[in-house]
């Protein structure tokens, strides 16, 4: 985390307000493309395309040694990569932007269980009220009994879901290998991965869907390389916050390009899943202890 003395909020706000405009463009982006391209395809093609944007780091891991069991959690996290971003196309295609924003911030929700149960942190009073808030958030969101859950919505649960296990892992790679080696890795396995997926639905695309693609690819790597430039300067108790405006830029943005109404219960249930994600991150900065919760870009394709 950045020291105080060196801490540069104001450019670190900037930074995210950009990273959050690029985001919310990926997902206009997949929402445009629409269900005219399988989820799989569409995914495979977006980190197809993505592996061009990381030429210049691939040679690097030709040289990589790594044991038995580094290659195991590699393998894993792409599996688990490869079936949370199908289904988070598929998500796309198919419920409004706000919900898939929205379900996208259980995502922290969930690693912070899961940091629990296979990592041995501990899970005070404090975080386990935070887990539980946001999960109803979730509850309110999705209104189980009161409206008719879509396949969508069950698609973004899986979503946030696999991300968590594929962050998890990430955790521990990490400690073993370079970041920026780590998510080529992830770009080459995920790639691999979804092609099983892809090859049984595939459809020929257009040079126009080519390009909505080619552009969600450009958006989520600017996107990234802004994040990391705000995290560069300032802490996540500064980031963190602005983030969440990537709701509201969603619901602005469902609503005047795709005629997607404000729905009053997805803006409540994500301002519960966001107070919770924003009180564990403030706790964990508190406490000076290891950050184990990535921030919800993380989740981001």
């Known amino acids: 985390m950045t020291g105080a003395r060196n801490s540069r909020p104001v450019v670190a706000v900037g930074w995210m307000l950009i990273t959050g405009v690029l985001f919310v463009s990926v997902t206009a982006l997949v929402k445009t493309l629409g269900p ?3 989820a799989a395809e569409g995914a495979f093609l977006r980190f197809l395309l ?3 944007l990381m030429a210049p780091v691939l040679p690097r891991l030709f040289r990589l040694r790594l044991d038995r069991a580094t290659w195991g959690l590699v393998a894993l996290r792409g599996l688990l990569h490869s079936g949370g971003v ?5 998500a796309m295609a198919r419920i ?3 919900d898939v924003t929205a379900l996208n911030y259980l ?3 969930l690693i912070t269980l899961g940091a629990a149960l296979f990592l041995g942190e501990t899970l005070a009073f404090r975080r386990i009220a935070a887990v539980l808030v946001a999960l109803l958030g979730a509850i309110i969101i999705l209104r189980p009994g009161l409206r008719e859950i879509s396949t969508g919505h069950l698609a973004m649960l899986g979503t946030a879901s696999f991300f968590a296990g594929s962050y998890l892992i990430s955790k521990r790679l990490t400690d073993r290998i370079e970041p920026v080696l780590v998510v080529a890795l992830m770009s080459v ?10 090859l049984p639905v595939w459809v020929t695309p257009s040079l126009g869907q080519l390009g909505l693609l080619m552009g969600v690819a450009l958006a989520a790597t600017a996107g990234h390389y802004c994040m990391t ?5 300032a802490p996540m108790t500064v980031t963190q916050p602005v983030t969440f405006l990537q709701l509201i830029w969603a619901v602005i943005l469902g609503a005047v390009a795709f005629g997607e109404p404000p729905d009053p219960w997805v803006m409540l249930g994500g301002a519960l899943i966001i107070a919770a994600v924003s009180f564990i991150t403030w706790r964990e900065a508190q406490l000076k202890r290891r950050r184990i919760t990535p921030p919800v870009e993380a989740t981001k394709l």
Not at 189 to 198: K, R
Not at 229 to 233: D, G, L, M
């Open 36 to 38: 005219s391209i399988p």
């Open 50 to 52: 993505g592996l061009v």
């Open 86 to 90: 199908a289904l988070w196309f598929f």
């Open 96 to 98: 409004p932007i706000a």
């Open 107 to 109: 995502n922290p929700i």
């Open 189 to 198: 396995t995920v790639s691999i991965g979804l092609v099983p997926l892809a």
């Open 229 to 233: 430039r705000a995290f560069q300067v």
